[in-house]
T-cell receptor, first 112, second 111 residues
Framework: GQQLNQSPQSMFIQEGEDVSMNCTSSSIFNTWLWYKQDPGEGPVLLIALYKAGELTSNGRLTAQFGITRKDSFLNISASIPSDVGIYFCAGQKIRGAQKLVFGQGTRLTINP | DAGVTQSPTHLIKTRGQHVTLRCSPISGHKSVSWYQQVLGQGPQFIFQYYEKEERGRGNFPDRFSARQFPNYSSELNVNALLLGDSALYLC??????????FGPGTRLTVT
């Protein structure tokens, strides 16, 4: 099935460092979302973006909806141990149609 | 408030058997969607139900079916199980067209 191209696939960083990951698509999406998934649990919604160019923050997390509507990025500032997990981007082509298309995920590991 | 709940948590089945997975949405949410997440990949959309009607279907064979009940809970059924059906099955609920909130999933292993 279709998936978004998410990079990097994995990251190994030191505690306190900033993190950046992105997601690209060959087609347009009208909504972009970022989720975090811990082992054995379902994805948890972090940030939702609804307008091209929109920049939204949630605490130490900042995400942007690309102006072309074909990409999005997520930044995490001053990483802490609880940021460890897998981060997924997801796109929604038709607002209101619930089908989400997901990226392959970025696995974040933090060295204390 | 309780989040999305799913049962069972884990399930082991044999090839050829069928399975029923259950989902209870967040109170007040009328839309339920099902996703399959194979190890190492992102979730793949299977179905969406809203007000007991199918609103969307992903690229899955007819062995997969679902329904939604008057209380907005939902069941996902998979017939003639294959080894490749082994995955984490996620349910997500939303209020109408809003953001989707996921349950913890049901881990299905087919042997």
């Amino acid at each position: 099935g279709q998936q978004l191209n998410q990079s990097p696939q994995s990251m190994f960083i030191q505690e306190g460092e900033d993190v950046s990951m992105n997601c690209t698509s060959s087609s347009i999406f009208n909504t972009w979302l970022w989720y975090k998934q811990d082992p054995g649990e379902g994805p948890v919604l972090l940030i939702a973006l609804y307008k091209a160019g929109e920049l939204t923050s949630n605490g130490r997390l900042t995400a942007q909806f690309g102006i072309t509507r074909k990409d999005s990025f997520l930044n995490i500032s001053a990483s802490i141990p609880s940021d460890v997990g897998i981060y997924f981007c997801a796109g929604q082509k038709i607002r209101g149609a619930q089908k989400l298309v997901f990226g392959q995920g970025t696995r974040l590991t933090i060295n204390p | 408030d309780a989040g999305v709940t799913q049962s069972p948590t884990h399930l082991i089945k044999t090839r050829g058997q069928h399975v029923t997975l259950r989902c209870s949405p967040i109170s007040g949410h009328k839309s339920v969607s099902w996703y399959q997440q194979v190890l190492g990949q992102g979730p793949q959309f299977i179905f969406q139900y809203y007000e007991k009607e199918e609103r969307g279907r992903g690229n899955f064979p007819d062995r997969f079916s679902a329904r939604q009940f008057p209380n907005y809970s939902s069941e996902l059924n998979v017939n003639a199980l294959l080894l490749g059906d082994s995955a984490l099955y996620l349910c997500a609920s939303s209020f109408s067209e809003g953001e989707q909130y996921f349950g913890p999933g049901t881990r299905l292993t087919v042997t």
